[in-house]
């Protein structure tokens, strides 16, 4: 998801200057999925119409068999080159680079009117912005499960914005809860340490991939075949508990976290340079 999100962010790049009224016009434009809607009315048009293949399947069943293998060096060089092409063309194929895009722009724009500021005007907007989610999610959910019901091209572009869009609504609905309740302090002094987590996200990331790597495929503990929903579930929350103590203990040394660090120094390459 890294490679998908370095690419796609170009477009915050190219949006920088742009008017905030501008910058929620595109993310609005991206979040209703115009690709798959395009797709959707070309098939329409010509029923004969498919959809690009780009050969992902064959490429996620070749990382596969590596995985498979045990081989720890093949396993490697296979995600940092094929798998990394599978998934980022999953990603296109799936709709998610437009939204991710889309997702982006808006937070961009939620970041300028500095929505997340504690203030009586905020906390008005996230409660209308909870009830409009909330209202929407079940006929959205429920018009995805009916789409899922027709032809492949249907459920790959109709179904596909449907779906984005519950989840979305759902998405809204669980940031502004999270955000009503932090005006409570209980609930602040409960949810206190996660703020070392989240300055600490892409290290956290990465670190949860290596760990699951290493406890669930065959080079490493292989305990897939046993381990159940509920048992990986009390993995999952002991990995994280632990990531947490980490964050703690690393910030109180440090500014960033190791990765967050060398983000933030190849990001700003040359910029002094630059500036001069």
């Not at 595109?26 to 048009?45: G, K, N, T």
């Not at 504690?118 to 009830?131: A, C, D, Q, V, Y």
């Not at 790959?156 to 309740?181: E, I, P």
């Not at 409570?184 to 760990?211: C, H, P």
Request: aromatic share 18%; with cysteine.
């Amino acid at each position: 998801v890294l490679l998908l999100f370095v690419i796609v962010g170009l477009v915050l790049f190219f949006t920088r200057n742009w008017s905030d009224k501008a910058i929620l016009i595109a993310s609005i434009i991206f979040l209703l999925q115009p690709v798959e809607w395009f797709h959707y009315i070309a098939s329409l048009i010509n029923p004969a119409y498919q959809l690009p293949d780009l050969g992902v399947g064959a490429m996620y069943a070749e990382v596969a068999e590596y995985t498979k293998s045990g081989n720890f060096w093949n396993f490697i060089i296979c995600n940092i080159t094929l798998g990394q092409k599978a998934s980022f063309l999953w990603a296109v194929n799936a709709g998610r680079f437009v939204q991710t895009a889309g997702l982006f722009l808006l937070g961009c724009y939620i970041g300028r009117k500095q929505l997340f500021i504690s203030t009586e005007k905020n906390i008005h907007f996230w409660m209308k912005i909870l009830i409009i989610a909330a209202i929407s999610f079940a006929p959205l959910y429920t018009l995805k499960e009916l789409v899922m019901g027709n032809n492949a091209i249907i459920q790959q572009t109709v179904g596909t914005a449907f779906d984005m869009w519950q989840k979305l609504a759902f998405t809204l609905v669980l940031v502004s809860s999270f955000v009503l309740l932090y005006q409570r302090e209980k609930f602040v002094k409960a949810v206190s340490n996660l703020r070392f987590y989240g300055k600490m996200s892409l290290t956290n990331y990465i670190f949860q991939s290596i760990i699951g790597a290493v406890v669930y495929f065959p080079f490493g503990l292989y305990l897939a075949p046993y381990c159940g929903f509920t048992l990986s579930l009390l993995i999952g929350l002991f990995v994280f508990l632990l990531q947490v103590h980490f964050c703690k203990w690393w910030l109180s040394k440090h500014k960033q976290g190791p990765l967050e660090y060398i983000w933030h120094k190849w990001t700003w390459i040359g910029a002094k340079r630059n500036h001069k």
